[in-house]
């Protein structure tokens, strides 16, 4: 069992605006340490999408915002579009395990 | 351009021993500190194994602790991953990832190696 905790899934419709929420602790989103997200396409390796809690590497659009508060953090993607159908991933660093920790994923689907 | 590829992947007998390779290029290896993660069949993403820039930090997650040994080569642009007394709960694909620091996002992943232990 991960100690950042994501719901399964999520499902919205084309256009629709969905949130994936990413719950931890005081040993790591509560401690200050920044989040990250990764996305995961089937048969794919894990790609970069939000860094730093909310910045966007080069080439990921602006439908997809992260945010911050106390133990926990989100992903937003407005606008869903059917090729944002995949497995969505946080990551934080944790204190007393004193390694990075990633969330157990959230899979996207695009009704 | 960045590129990450793992080879060494295969499949062992419990208990067996395997070596991952991840060779880079297209950055200054030496630079960034490298990571190892894996993922088992259907399942979400684990760091095993982290190593800094210069070697001098090293970090396992406990699962592997005692068990894995990450390593480096700079001058060859390379990280390994060296698996021994390996479990049916090893069995996955291990991907090589750059970070800049245990808290740091991992920018650059590799295609992945698999592993697969069975008897």
């Known amino acids: 069992q991960s100690v950042l905790t994501q719901p399964p899934s999520v499902s919205g419709a084309p256009g629709q605006r969905v949130t994936i929420s990413c719950t931890g602790s005081?040993?790591?989103?509560?401690?200050?340490?920044?989040i990250h997200w990764y996305r995961q396409l089937p048969g794919a390796a894990p790609k970069l999408l939000i860094y730093?809690?909310?910045s966007r590497p080069s080439g990921v659009p602006d439908r997809f915002s992260g945010s911050k508060s106390g133990t926990s953090a989100s992903l937003t993607i407005s606008e869903l579009q059917a090729e944002d159908e995949a497995n969505y991933y946080c990551?934080?660093?944790?204190?007393?395990?004193?390694?990075?920790?990633f969330g157990e994923g959230t899979k996207v689907t695009v009704l | 351009e960045v590129r990450l590829v793992e080879s060494g992947g295969g499949l062992v007998q419990p208990g067996g021993s395997l070596r991952l390779s991840c060779a880079t290029s297209?950055?200054?290896?030496?630079?960034?500190?490298m990571n190892w993660v894996r993922q088992a069949p259907g399942k979400g993403l684990e760091a095993v194994a982290h190593?800094?820039?210069?070697?001098?930090?090293?970090y396992y997650a406990d699962s592997v602790k005692g068990r894995f040994a990450i390593s480096r080569d700079n001058g060859h642009s390379s990280v390994y991953l060296e698996m021994n007394d390996l479990r049916d709960e090893d069995a996955a694909m291990y991907y090589c990832?750059?970070?800049?620091?245990?808290?740091?996002?991992?920018?650059?992943w590799g295609q992945g190696t698999l592993v697969t232990v069975s008897s």
């Open positions: 990832a750059r970070g800049g620091s245990r808290w740091s996002p991992f920018d650059y």
């Open positions: 297209g950055f200054d290896f030496s630079s960034y500190d």
């Open positions: 190593i800094s820039s210069d070697s001098a930090t090293v």
């Open positions: 005081s040993s790591n989103i509560g401690a200050g340490y920044d």
């Open positions: 730093g809690t909310r």
């Open positions: 990551q934080s660093y944790d204190i007393s395990l004193s390694g990075g920790v």
